[in-house]
């Protein structure tokens, strides 16, 4: 589905007669090609003034009569509690890219960078990194927290996001729009997973083509059957899906590569790098506009089905043609585009580590198999919508949460723009235009929010131990900026339901219909990772064994 990250990676992406990207945008870091070593302290050097961010850490560091940051000559004012804020060293143009001057940790490990950068610098800090950092901003300077309730003060993103995301999220975020497309991404699923077993030399892949074709189910109202390797299929889909990953995946390491930032961004010429994402969004662009101009004429003809009647580009087009959808037919398309080319690859990378979670831990596998069997009993063993509500299969719910706690595909929380003239965050104003980022990753390592952290227990998120958690510190981790990977509020993905939807229903069938083993494997630790438009495992060869 399309998340923060897709989102700005596209931007302008698509348009009529090619994929005109810009410098792909994500928000996480990847592996850059340094392995000079790093001091081990923060650099003094002086910053430039010339920036509203080091002018707001300036102002910080002489607060005079603040309750926070000493000199406490206001007795009438309660003293409260805030981090410092401590400034990473940056450079205009690639932030703090270069980790011989910034000090950061490797970029190529998430799953490492972001604690060791919360034990490096504390928990609220800048730091430059394009992608994430403020567009507004010479070196793209970000201001993370750990705290989510530091990002619930934040305005609206103007009148034109307003518009463009009431027109997506009205078929796609809204909770009975999301329901309705469930039944067809169930059908979807259950076709896709007769071909798990043959699909175990590339399972990334695999759920690569799981992700298109549930989503085409939403997106057209049809059945792609692209997942099962037995069965025929449309090489034009399955050079989409190829297309997609390699796109996506290779604007996320332009937008961290420190050779792109310097060439692309500051020369304006083309690299090796940038030419392999622009030409496969190009092919993207061909495939997808294409289908959806097919979808188009035949809906002009009277020749759609039921199915396809309600799809959700059949939606968005009868919303069109009312006049009230409030945006053009070229942005109609071109969302809709969007949705099936993010679909492919950052569902997906979730999709891998829940089965992978599964396979590890096979007395957390048998007691979801347990409870989704007793869910579906009532139609024969097949699921159902009401089978996945969380109050038939709560385990179902606390596993994917347990599996976003511990392997997130993105480890920043949610990620806003400062919209108002300014926003006090952590006691410290900070200008408008800014960038905020939660890490929403770090605090769920913490043994002090808990227990056993390396361990996968699905139980943390049953409705006793949430409640047990009440009016404690380690209520924290249950703040909703840190359930799943789609973000909250104005920023939230218009296609996380569909998107959660599509993770619950691949992950159920699939254990439904197998006993999921990882021979050779007894840990997640074991399995390499990489950041890709999100961060996925380099799944190993699982072993799919029939419950029949």
């Not at 020749?303 to 959808?325: H, I, M």
């Not at 900070?430 to 808990?450: E, F, K, N, T």
Request: aromatic share 8%.
């Amino acid at each position: 589905m399309i998340s923060s990250v897709a989102s700005r990676a596209l931007r302008p992406a698509a348009v009529r007669g090619g994929a005109r990207a810009s410098l792909a945008r994500a928000s996480r870091p990847t592996a850059l090609s340094s392995s000079s070593a790093f001091p081990g302290t923060i650099d003094s050097r002086p910053k430039s003034t010339s920036c509203p961010h080091a002018a707001a850490a300036a102002a910080e560091a002489a607060a005079a009569g603040c309750p926070v940051h000493g000199n406490k000559t206001a007795a009438a004012v309660p003293e409260v509690s805030h981090p410092k804020l401590v400034e990473v060293p940056s450079l205009p143009g690639v932030g703090s890219l270069v980790r011989a001057y910034s000090g950061i940790p490797p970029l190529d490990k998430p799953y490492e960078f972001w604690p060791q950068m919360r034990k490096q610098f504390g928990d609220f800090y800048t730091m430059g990194m394009p992608g994430l950092g403020s567009d507004d901003c010479i070196k793209s300077t970000v201001y993370v927290v750990q705290d989510p309730k530091e990002m619930m003060g934040f305005a609206g993103q103007g009148e034109n996001w307003k518009r463009i995301r009431t027109f997506m999220q009205t078929d796609l975020l809204h909770p009975t729009a999301a329901r309705g497309y469930t039944s067809g991404i169930i059908e979807a699923a259950e076709l896709a997973s007769k071909g798990a077993p043959a699909s175990v030399s590339d399972l990334n892949s695999f759920f690569e083509r799981c992700a298109f074709d549930m989503f085409s189910t939403v997106m057209f109202g049809d059945l792609m059957e692209v997942a099962d390797p037995n069965t025929p299929t449309d090489p034009e889909d399955v050079e989409f899906v190829r297309a997609a990953k390699v796109g996506l995946g290779t604007g996320v390491k332009v937008s961290r590569s420190l050779k792109d930032a310097l060439i692309v961004k500051t020369l304006g010429l083309e690299t090796e790098q940038y030419k392999l994402m622009k030409d496969n969004l190009d092919i993207c662009w061909k495939i997808g506009s294409g289908k959806i101009q097919r979808f188009m004429d035949k809906r002009e003809k009277g020749e759609l089905n039921e199915s396809e009647k309600n799809s959700y580009l059949y939606r968005a087009l009868e919303t069109y043609d009312s006049g009230k959808s409030g945006v053009s037919l070229k942005e109609a398309l071109e969302m809709s585009w969007g949705g099936i080319f993010a679909a492919v690859d950052t569902t997906s990378g979730k999709m891998g580590w829940n089965v992978l979670h599964a396979a590890l831990n096979p007395e957390v596998q048998e007691k979801l198999y347990q409870e989704l069997s007793h869910a579906a009993a009532a139609n024969g063993g097949r699921l159902t919508v009401e089978a996945l509500d969380k109050s038939n299969a709560p385990y179902l719910h606390a596993f994917v949460r347990e599996s976003h706690r511990l392997t997130p595909v993105v480890p920043i929380a949610t990620r806003k723009r400062v919209a108002a003239d300014e926003l006090t965050i952590h006691g410290i104003s900070i200008p408008r235009g800014s960038a905020v980022a939660c890490d929403g990753y770090s605090l769920g390592q913490d043994p002090a929010y808990i227990d056993d952290p390396r361990s996968f227990q699905p139980e943390r998120w049953l409705d006793d131990a949430v409640q047990a958690r009440k009016g404690t510190p380690r209520e924290i981790i249950d703040h909703p900026f840190f359930k799943d990977p789609f973000s909250q509020g104005a920023r939230k993905c218009p296609g996380s339901r569909v998107a959660l939807n599509e993770v619950a229903v691949i992950l159920s069938q699939l254990v439904l219909d197998y006993k999921i083993t990882a021979p050779g494997v007894s840990s997640f630790d074991q399995v390499p990772y990489g950041q890709e438009t999100v961060v996925e495992p380099r799944l190993p060869t699982l072993n799919f064994e029939s419950r029949a």
